[in-house]
């Protein structure tokens, strides 16, 4: 069956720490992959996306991700995090066969000052 | 703000009532998405609407049904309401199939 996988589920960083989230699918054949971010008590954005093309992602506030094919994975990094990245990330995957978005269990980030 | 609107923002009923969700994509959207969000089953898929046709169906129950109307905008229906049904109920808008999805602000659903 078609699943992703989110491996951290708490992370506690300090400000001004590197991010990396990961997240693996088991897709077969061509995928569309997400992240999302979700701050307390508001609703899902899209922090980038990846189509096709080059696998390295940029995306809004400062994060990036890198699709490794061979590795089935997207995984979400961020050089320096601020306390308000503090916020539930969800990695999300879906095929040209369906376009429903298959959720991760989330990674919920604390940042403290 | 992602532009697709959903009413109301907080629901509270009682067991075995019926309710309605409604949202609006945003402009030039066709494509409409249900998402449920739970504490212990995550986020899940219910169903799509494309143009005002079903496209796929998640994992949504018997009980619950949704409509795209003509004007694009969708209701979701949930019927014989249980206490695991409360959740947050995200609405999704996209161009077509194929493109990122844009999530409302969610309806919080409470059933006591």
């Known amino acids: 069956a078609q699943s992703v996988s989110q491996h951290n589920h708490h992370v506690i960083l300090s400000e001004a720490a590197s991010l990396e989230l990961g997240c693996n699918y088991s897709?077969?054949?061509?995928?569309?992959l997400f992240w999302y971010v979700q701050y307390p008590g508001q609703h899902l954005q899209l922090l980038l996306k990846y189509f096709s093309g080059d696998p390295l992602v940029k995306g809004i506030k400062g994060f990036e991700a890198e699709f490794i094919k061979s590795k089935f994975s997207f995984n979400l990094r961020k050089p320096s995090v601020q306390w308000s990245d503090t916020a539930e990330y969800f990695c999300a995957v879906n095929d040209n066969s369906g376009y429903a978005l298959n959720f991760g269990k989330g990674t919920s980030l604390l940042v403290t000052p | 703000d992602s532009g697709v609107t959903q009413t109301p923002k907080h629901l509270i009923t009682a067991t075995g009532q019926r309710v309605t969700l409604r949202c609006s994509p945003r402009?030039?959207?066709?494509?409409v998405y249900w998402y449920q969000q739970s504490l212990d089953q995550g986020l899940q898929f219910l169903i799509q609407y494309y143009n005002g046709e079903e496209r796929a169906k998640g994992n949504i129950l018997e009980r619950f049904s949704a409509q795209q109307f003509p004007d694009l905008h969708s209701e979701l229906n949930l019927s014989s309401l249980e206490l695991g049904d409360s959740a947050l109920y995200f609405c999704a808008s996209s161009v077509a199939g194929n493109y990122e999805q844009y999530f409302g602000p969610g309806t919080r659903l409470t059933v006591t």
């Open positions: 897709y077969g054949g061509t995928v569309n």
């Open positions: 402009s030039g959207d066709l494509s």
